[in-house]
């Protein structure tokens, strides 16, 4: 039975539907991460390649002001916690692969960059801003999904990164 969207209660129903749609689709801590497979500086990359490892997934672009701020801590927790199994993953969203290529002149990265111009990778983690870091534990599965960055945030987001490290062992 075909529903005819100019009834008022369709029209209502089919509105709350798609309010509460994204809210109901969005990814929470327990769930698998969806996987990738990227176009890196050398070669391609799917996450099952840093199988064993924890990941830290960053989402940024080059015109993303607080990535400019994010990008030397990503190094410090890249060089912090290697040892702990910790590889810290950056997809740029430019559609613009030069702009991105730009933007690491600036800021050089210690870490894996990805490159996802179509930005399907981000709505697959329903990605709302950037910068936008999504821990995975070695089992595949989100830790913690944190957005923005902010100087304020480096105390805790690393305090999670440790707990989530330390608990591993």
């Known amino acids: ?16 539907l798609a309010l509460i749609a994204p809210v109901a689709c969005a990814l929470q801590p327990g769930d698998a991460a969806p996987a990738f497979d990227l176009p890196g500086t050398q070669h391609n990359f799917k996450l099952t390649d840093f199988g064993g490892k924890f990941v830290l997934l960053d989402f940024w ?13 990503l ?19 430019d559609e613009k692969r030069e702009a991105a290529v730009a ?5 050089p990265a210690d870490f894996t960059v990805l490159f996802d111009g179509a930005g399907n990778t981000a709505r697959g983690y329903a990605i709302k801003g950037m910068p936008s870091s999504v821990l995975i534990g070695r089992d595949g599965k989100i830790i913690f999904i944190h957005a923005g960055f902010r100087e304020a945030d480096k105390t805790n987001l690393e305090l999670k990164i440790r707990r989530a490290l330390e608990s591993a062992t």
Do not use: H, I
């Open 1 to 16: 039975m075909e529903k005819d969207l100019r009834d008022p209660k369709t029209l209502v129903f089919a509105t709350m």
């Open 61 to 73: 672009a080059s015109w993303c002001v607080p990535c400019r701020q994010s990008f030397p801590w």
């Open 75 to 93: 190094n410090q927790m890249q060089g912090r916690y290697a040892d702990k199994n910790l590889k810290v993953v950056a997809v740029n969203l």
């Open 103 to 107: 933007f690491l002149r600036r800021y």
